[in-house]
């Protein structure tokens, strides 16, 4: 006989009184799991918190330089009328066309687009509610090419509190 997998026929606990002490035991792994992710969160806090403090000042003088060079190129937009930027031996500055499309009230804009005939300016996003279609009977789901699929979910509960006083 080759040395290989068993195959286990039936299940392996033979009383609730195993299952309940394997929930118990997936509590005490659910505690320990816990503490080692809260350590973790607390060690990457400190770290985050250390590193915000070192780089604040290198982001305070990026902004000062950025200001700069925003000035000084501001200063000699007559220089950008007839080419929108500027190469330099270490970077490129120049201004960007932008335009943006400004709304007093977007109700009277949208009904107002509506009534010219625009709908191709409205953004509309179609999709199942399932929630709400749940609470039609099978025939009409069947109708819109839909079915009902009613499983029973197998669950567990931890009873923290019992763990908790194990631990």
């Known amino acids: 006989m ?31 799991r816990e503490a080692i992710e809260a350590r973790l969160h607390k060690a990457v806090t400190a770290l985050k918190d250390a590193s915000a403090q070192d780089v604040a000042p290198l982001d305070v003088e990026r902004e ?43 109700e009277a804009t949208l009904k107002a687009l509506v009534a010219e005939g625009m709908p191709d300016c409205i953004r509309t996003r179609m999709e199942v509610d399932k929630e709400v279609l749940g609470g039609y009977d099978d025939e009409v789901l069947r109708k819109v090419g839909a079915t009902r699929k009613v499983d029973d979910t197998f669950f567990y509960e931890i009873d923290r509190e019992r763990v908790a006083m194990v631990t």
């Open 2 to 32: 080759s040395a290989g997998r068993v195959r286990v026929q039936g299940p392996r606990l033979g009383s609730w009184e195993e299952v309940d002490d394997r929930l118990r035991q997936i509590g005490l792994l659910d505690v320990k």
């Open 64 to 106: 000062n330089l950025e200001r700069d060079v925003k000035e000084f190129a501001e200063a000699q937009a007559t220089e950008f009328v007839h080419m929108r930027s500027r190469v330099l031996v270490f970077g490129t500055v120049g201004f960007r066309r932008s335009t943006k499309i400004l709304l007093k009230r977007v």
